[in-house]
């Protein structure tokens, strides 16, 4: 083997070394810590998008209410906010 090779090899084998040892390379050989790891991702995305989801209508529902230029509509967003006010 030529010096050249060793120390390629030398090199690749640290390049290696130092990629298996990164978080998410530890993290993708467990499937017990990559379940874990995907579970709480739902749950964080879920919850931020009821939140969010529910930031958002009340918001557009509070606006609708506000117009009175259109009967029809700013009465239907009234009895929604005030359901949505008296709500339990």
Known sequence: MS????????????EVARL?????????????????????????????????????VSVVVYALSQIDFIPVLGDWAAQIADQIRNAP
């Open 3 to 14: 010096s050249d090779f060793k120390s390629e090899l030398k090199l690749l084998r640290q």
């Open 20 to 56: 298996n040892a990164h978080r998410f390379i530890r993290l993708q050989n467990s499937v017990p810590r990559m379940l874990a790891f995907n579970f709480a991702r739902g749950l964080a995305f879920g919850l931020g998008t009821v939140v969010g989801a529910s930031f958002l």
